[in-house]
């Protein structure tokens, strides 16, 4: 495994790749990384091992939203988690990496911000639609 | 009985769910419908659910792992109250017309 490493850990120096940390404990990754044929591949391995490779030029990140899930997690109720969360993060990953496997650093970055811009509003107006209808409910109990 | 109604961007949704039975992912209702923006439609998901008017479910987890997407499709419930929808517009056409 450790020449196809080594390979993937290459690629993203010419940003063609995207190397992240996946959910769970944290350590195990995901690389999904174009191989000289332009076929998209995927790796995975233990992010320490990964990081202290020698020629490594990469530092390993967490996934794009994976704080983002977390924090949702002990914020709002597990249907909105699923429904509002966990579908716009995974749309969100889905178009960056879309980008990132074209080779289209720019337009990763970009879907990146839109994403998380949308998922703000999105979470936005869900609380304060939330806080209404308490709102609405507690005047008809009054009522 | 409170009588369910759908909001102009629910309809939207619904009529879109209608086309495509196996189900879409919120950016792609985004991309195929004008009126749906990005920053609204996952809150309008959620609100549909607790409504009973939609459903997720998680697609199967592909090679490379990761958070699976969530494909949305239209409940039982949800075709039930589009069709309402659809008789209620259609009675209320058919009243201006004979009004007019």
Known sequence: MGDLTLRAL??????RAGVYVENGSGTFVTIVYIDDEGRRR???????????????????????????????????????????????IADLRQEHFDALYQGRL??????LLRGYGALVVNALIHGLSGILRLVREAKEVVD | MRIPRLSAKEAVIVKLLIDHSDGLYGLEMVRQAP???????????TRMAEKDLVRSRQEPRGEEGGLPRRVFQLTGHGARVWRAHMAAEQALRGEEAWAT
């Not at chain 1, 720019?106 to 879907?111: C, D, F, L, V």
């Open chain 1, 10 to 15: 290459d690629s993203q120096r010419d940003r």
């Open chain 1, 42 to 88: 995927t790796l995975g391995g233990f992010a320490r091992e990964l990081a202290e490779q020698p020629t490594s030029p990469n530092k390993i990140t967490r996934a794009p939203g994976n704080w983002i899930l977390h924090a949702a997690d002990l914020l709002f109720s597990p249907s909105t988690v699923e429904n509002l969360f966990e579908a716009a």
């Open chain 1, 106 to 111: 720019w337009k990763a970055r970009i879907s």
């Open chain 2, 35 to 45: 009126e749906l923006k990005r920053g609204t439609v996952y809150t309008t998901l």
